[in-house]
């Protein structure tokens, strides 16, 4: 949902530990962040804060695979999974990476990176050189809002 | 008369010294020799201020506590409503740590008790304060460590766990077990919520 980026985010993980000099928090052990409806499953996460300002958080994700969801507001819910998943929060920008796949129903794209804006829920996917990305569309689905 | 008045002199001067005499006496009684036994302290004081320096002459810590009991035999000291407060290299105070009571061992070991409550004095820690209900605190690495339920508050986020490892001068801390962290996001401006189309 558009309104997800200003709930607070509750994360629960094994471990956690505080670094305060550089406003870096690092989770480790099957960590859970959730966000409105934005659930992200990972191995590890590390949140750093850049110069300490909050709301520029910038979470990175990282599983085997990582793996992402959310609904959107048209009621499709989108999940995405990657060895690395980076989320920053002042842009809602969220950048899958390492054989990234997103899919929405049935329609789903898989490449190298894909980058997905939270907010104009625009998606764009890359492939390394030599590599193609694959999209599956399914019109049926897209088009009915 | 005067008679009269001499010797009522000599009899009130002989009875003055008798009091005094008895007085004094008294006074040797009670000084009865305690035996000394482990179980009361040694010393005690009320309103105890210790200032300690490291070896550099640099102030370390400041400890003020209502009430302190030394027991010789196993050399622990006991506080009650201790308050430590630690300094760094340029006599900054950066942690405050207070607690019901607290035992400081010879190996420079403070084990706290009941409310235990860590809170940074200085802005910059985006840790503001530890609270836990036992810590111990390393007095040489300022390593602080718990195994009971802590909760950390920081600038817009609070965590909890189930054990802590930390080191009050690196401003590092660790949760384990079972770790929830909560982070305050503010609406960015702007951002309110559109009506979805």
Known sequence: ?145 | MSKTKLSLTIVLTLIALGLIGWNLADFDDNKTIVPPDDKEPTYQSQQMVTIVYNPEGQLNYKLTAEDVKYYATPEDTWFTKPVMIMYDKDKVATWSVRSDRAKLTKDRMLYLYDNVEVNSLTTTSQLERIKTNSADVNLVTQDISSDDHVTLYGANFTSEGMKMRGNLRSRTAKLIEKVKTYYEVQPKAGNETQPSS
């Open chain 1, 1 to 145: 949902l558009k309104d997800d980026t200003n709930q607070p985010i509750n994360i629960s993980s094994a471990q956690q530990s505080l670094d305060m000099n550089g406003n870096v928090v690092t989770f480790t052990g099957d960590v859970i962040v959730k966000q409105g409806t934005i659930d992200i499953r990972a191995d590890k996460v590390v949140v750093t804060r850049p110069e300490g300002n909050e709301g520029k958080e910038v979470v990175e994700a990282f599983g085997n695979p990582v793996t992402f969801y959310q609904m959107q507001d048209s009621g499709k819910p989108v999940k995405g999974r990657g060895l690395k998943l980076r989320y920053e929060l002042a842009t809602d920008f969220v950048d899958l990476t390492g054989n990234a796949y997103l899919e929405q129903l049935d329609s789903n794209v898989q490449g190298d990176r894909i980058t997905y804006k939270v907010k104009e829920q625009k998606m764009e996917a890359f492939s390394n050189k030599g590599k193609r990305v694959n999209t599956i569309l399914v019109p049926s689905q897209i088009q009915k809002k």
